[in-house]
């Protein structure tokens, strides 16, 4: 007993998540992170027909907003139209209210693809994993995995340089 809750009133930031066109993109998560320690404080999902979304229960502060692009060929962005989550701007979120207007028009992104062998042999990989995380700042920004051919595709990636590995844990591969 006595395990009890007094709940503070959070804020929330909404906006809508647009192809450079105007169209509506629906169904990427949009993330909130705490301005400073990165720390991730909510989603939402861009809704269908409307590409609007709504994150709710944000605590007090200044916020960094992500629409996450992984699986598309839109470029991953941070808020206000910049692909560095250093250089994004700050949202402040007040207890109660909501802050509005917290858009993206997403540019189409680059690709990094290729095919996986065997050394020994060249014979296709299949089913391994490849990621690209910016090169300047480490962070993670898409993947793909090899097809049956070897064969991968990573989409959606903002204009810059990267590093790429692979994941072959638990397959015998060296990574």
Same mark, same amino acid.
């Given at each position: ?9 959070? #804020? ?6 647009? %192809? ?9 998560w949009v993330t +909130?992170?705490?301005?400073?320690? &990165?720390?991730?404080?909510?989603? +939402?999902?861009?809704?269908? #027909?409307? &590409? ?13 907003? @992500? ?5 598309? /060929?839109?470029?991953? @962005?941070?808020?206000? $139209? ?5 250089? %994004? ?6 207890? #109660? ?5 917290? $858009?993206?028009?997403? %540019? %189409?992104? #680059?690709?990094? /693809? ?17 990621t690209a995380y ?19 595709s990573i989409t =959606? ?17 060296? =990574?």
């Open positions: 007993t006595g395990i009890d809750f007094q709940l503070d009133l959070g #804020g929330s930031i909404s906006g809508v998540v647009l %192809a450079e066109g105007g169209d509506a993109i629906e169904n990427l +909130a992170y705490e301005g400073i320690s &990165g720390q991730w404080m909510g989603n +939402a999902q861009s809704q269908i #027909g409307t &590409g609007s979304y709504h994150i709710r229960g944000l605590p007090v502060g200044a916020h960094k907003i @992500e629409v996450s692009t992984s699986g598309t /060929s839109y470029a991953l @962005e941070w808020y206000d $139209n910049v692909y560095n989550p250093g250089l %994004a701007t700050p949202v402040s979120v007040s207890s #109660g209210s909501e802050t509005t207007g917290i $858009n993206f028009v997403l %540019a %189409a992104g #680059g690709t990094i /693809s290729g095919v996986i062998t065997r050394d020994f042999d060249s014979l296709p990989v299949s089913d391994l994993w490849v910016h090169y300047d700042t480490g962070q993670w920004t898409s993947n793909g995995q090899s097809q049956a051919d070897g064969s991968y =959606g990636l903002p204009p810059g340089e990267y590093r790429v590995q692979i994941d072959t844990a638990d397959t015998g591969y060296i =990574g």
